[in-house]
């Protein structure tokens, strides 16, 4: 069964519109995290919560919005988008952000937007 | 801030071969380095992990990475490939803060011919 589920598994937008990514994990974890993945870019790291805090924000643009409104839930509201938004998108999670946590993340299955 | 380089784009071998996946990074301080893999259409999978002590970490399915502080490497090896180890292999690097954050390498593809 899968223990982090994203939903959905692939979406098209329209230029300008909004959408919203679902992020569920069932490992007990308490850090959850957004990475990218395109097919201009590797991985890129772009938002982490531990205890549902914000520990980093890689993200220059204020369009990303993580929201996490139960410790197991990380959702990314995206707005405005853009079709250098088009990319794959992971939620992750680990035990924690630091200490021997540190560089051991489990991964979703990705979510595919594709911004025409 | 920490680089991740991983010199060749693509490796291909048959299996029952050895393999050798690359990685090299830059960073001043303490770093926690891992690999992981992924298969087509699928989310990233967690292969083993490097912070300290014996340089030669084993992980999942055979493979084992090597620490070389000396040549800023940590490379991924596997003595006998199945074709199901054919995926994309990421390596990655991460300061040993409380941020979580990874930044990984370009990836390796790794095609494996019966």
């Known amino acids: 069964d899968p223990k982090i589920i994203q939903k959905p598994k692939y979406l098209v937008a329209v230029t300008g519109s909004e959408k919203i990514l679902i992020c569920e994990q069932y490992?007990?974890?308490?850090?959850m995290y957004w990475y990218r993945q395109s097919a201009k870019k590797p991985l890129e790291f772009m938002f982490s919560?531990?205890?549902?805090?914000?520990?980093d924000n890689q993200t220059a643009s204020s369009r990303f919005q993580p929201q996490s409104s139960k410790k197991n839930h990380l959702d990314l509201q995206i707005t405005a988008l853009k079709p250098d938004d088009s990319a794959t998108y992971f939620c992750a999670s680990s035990q924690g952000t630091g200490g021997i946590n540190t560089g051991q993340l489990y991964f979703g299955e990705g979510s595919k937007l594709t911004v025409l | 801030t920490q680089t991740v380089s991983q010199s060749d784009a693509h490796v291909t071998v048959f299996e029952g071969d050895s393999v050798e996946l690359r990685c090299n990074y830059s960073?001043?301080?303490?770093?926690?380095l891992s690999w992981y893999i992924q298969h087509h259409g699928h989310g990233l999978q967690f292969l083993l992990k490097?912070?300290?002590?014996?340089?030669v970490v084993q992980g999942v399915n055979g493979f084992e990475a090597e620490f070389s502080k000396s040549d800023s490497s940590f490379h991924l090896r596997k003595a006998s490939v199945h074709w199901s180890d054919s995926a994309v292999y990421f390596c990655?690097?991460?300061?040993?803060?409380?941020?979580?954050?990874?930044?990984f390498g370009d990836g390796t593809v790794l095609t494996v011919k019966p």
């Open positions: 919560y531990s205890y549902q805090k914000l520990m």
């Open positions: 490097y912070y300290s002590g014996n340089p």
């Open positions: 990655a690097v991460s300061a040993s803060t409380n941020t979580g954050k990874l930044t």
């Open positions: 490992l007990g974890h308490n850090a």
């Open positions: 960073y001043g301080g303490s770093i926690y």
